[in-house]
């Protein structure tokens, strides 16, 4: 029988250090021992590097055995549960369950139904997570380890609360637009929300009111809605545009005429609007325009109630409400001597200020939504806006406010070629809105709104610091911050 060479590696080394010559029948083990030693030596090496990656990753990473043991726990354990890894390798998952070091375990729930599971946790540190536990099973089908990932996902519980009370504030402050009529003014601005506030305290009352704002802004929608909250709600609603008349006319217009009080005058006569409102609400729109001369009438009725139809003597009383709007600095006016301070005085009772569209970035998301479901409606579409599109959209000027967006979403429902609208699909002529102050460069509608975004982003982190408060002023979530940031370097 023959005798086999029982070697051990302490021997070997032994002898290699003495120098002791090894027999020939030898060295094929020593040569097998030696490619052991350097495949242990790159195993060793590869399970270090990843340790090294598993330790490297911001979520944890939890192994455990079919029998339960954590075998393997990421060092980022600690900025979950805030106790470091020993805690739980080689400590059985039910007995932390058990001791309460773990709330509720995913990996058992994983372990018994042999299936992925998912679950969010709170930890006791306030830390909300999502964990996904997976079975890994053997050649046999048996189940062999258990791999837990959990995420942190503490920022997006609290943006998902943020966006939350967002639409409830959106919610709170269209109660009143939403019940006037087809008539709505949709904002989430705080300057926009204290004026609708205002408008709505004010509506029962019968003081006169002074709307001032851009064109486009909506003065006319909030006049009718300040209107449709009133007492006066049943009762006509006349609204005067004093810049769209002439002035040889608008006193006709306003006041009516008796029997031939001018030359074509119709042999009846004509009730004017002051007396078509009696009962309801007087808007005067662009009151800025109306000639010196006619303004002394005005205030005349706003004083007494009465007025005089041209080429009439008699006196008549209405019962009107007055609403007056302009766009223009009246003080600016009174001082140039165009307009009559005591009318100012008379109509400025209740001011009430509409910010323009570029001043409420975070409105304009609200409108592009709001007017992208009018048009699909009306025109049977279904048009819709990827978020690059709507970032575009936002981030223009918008010089006519409300009145040109409407205009623009009108335009690209009935003119889009596919249903969903790219931010490389949005029209050109949007360019002179985008940089109203520079001189354009021909490039890529892309690359330019790249750069404009790195400009602005660059500005509001200087200014703010945080993504919330970044996310805040420009009017978007701030996922859509994080991600920018980080898309341009900027972090």
Request: aromatic content about 8%; some cysteine; charged content about 25%.
């Given at each position: ?211 001032h704002g851009e064109s486009g802004v909506g003065k006319g929608v909030l006049a009718r809605i300040i209107h449709e909250h009133s007492p006066r709600k049943t009762k006509p609603f006349v609204q005067v545009n004093c810049g769209s008349i002439p002035d040889a006319l608008l006193e006709s217009e306003l006041f009516g005429y008796e029997a031939g009080a001018f030359t074509g005058a119709n042999r009846r006569g004509k009730p004017g609007l002051v007396e078509t409102a009696d009962g309801g609400t007087l808007f005067l729109d662009e009151i800025g325009e109306m000639p010196l001369e006619l303004q002394v009438k005005i205030l005349h009725l706003v004083q007494e109630k009465s007025f005089k139809k041209v080429g009439g003597i008699r006196e008549k009383q209405v019962d009107i409400r007055i609403i007056s709007a302009t766009n223009k600095d009246l003080l600016q006016m009174i001082e140039n001597k165009t307009f009559r301070q005591d009318l ?148």
């Open positions: 029988m023959k005798q086999t060479s029982n070697i051990s590696m302490q021997n070997v080394f032994k002898f290699l250090n003495k120098g002791v010559e090894v027999m020939p029948e030898h060295e094929r083990y020593i040569e097998k021992i030696n490619l052991l030693q350097q495949q242990l030596e790159s195993a060793q090496e590869k399970i270090k590097e990843l340790t090294h990656v598993l330790n490297s990753t911001y979520d944890e990473i939890f192994v455990t055995a079919a029998n339960g043991q954590v075998l393997f726990v990421s060092e980022s354990c600690e900025h979950f549960t805030g106790l470091p890894p020993e805690a739980f390798i080689n400590k059985n998952i039910y007995e932390l369950v058990e001791k309460e070091i773990i709330k509720e375990s995913v990996t058992i729930k994983a372990m018994e139904t042999q299936k992925i599971q998912s679950l969010e946790q709170q930890y006791p540190n306030g830390k909300t997570v999502l964990a996904t536990a997976k079975p890994v099973f053997d050649e046999d089908g048996k189940l062999f380890r258990v791999v837990c990932n959990s995420r942190d996902i503490s920022e997006l519980v609290e943006m998902k609360r943020q966006l939350s009370e967002i639409h409830s504030n959106q919610q709170e402050s269209l109660v009143m637009i939403e019940s006037a009529g087809k008539q709505r003014f949709i904002t989430q601005s705080k300057n926009m929300i204290s004026t609708l506030k205002t408008a709505q305290k004010v509506a029962p009352l019968d003081s006169s009111i002074f709307i100012y005085y008379r109509l400025h009772v209740v001011p009430l200020k509409i910010p323009p569209l570029r001043e409420r970035k975070q409105d304009i998301l609200a409108l592009t939504d709001y007017f992208l479901e009018k048009f699909n409606t009306k025109y049977g579409q279904q048009i819709k806006l990827v978020e690059n599109a709507k970032l575009l959209i936002q981030l223009q000027e918008w010089r006519g406010n409300i009145r040109e967006l409407e205009n623009f979403m009108e335009q690209l429902v009935v003119t889009a070629q596919k249903s969903t609208i790219n931010m490389e699909d949005l029209p050109f002529t949007m360019d002179h809105r985008f940089y109203p102050e520079k001189s354009l460069q021909i490039m890529p509608l892309k690359k330019a709104v790249e750069e404009t975004e790195i400009q602005i982003l660059s500005n509001a982190l200087s200014k703010y610091k945080t993504t919330r408060k970044i996310a805040k002023a420009l009017g978007v979530n701030q996922t859509t911050i994080m991600r920018k940031l980080h898309k341009y370097n900027l972090t």
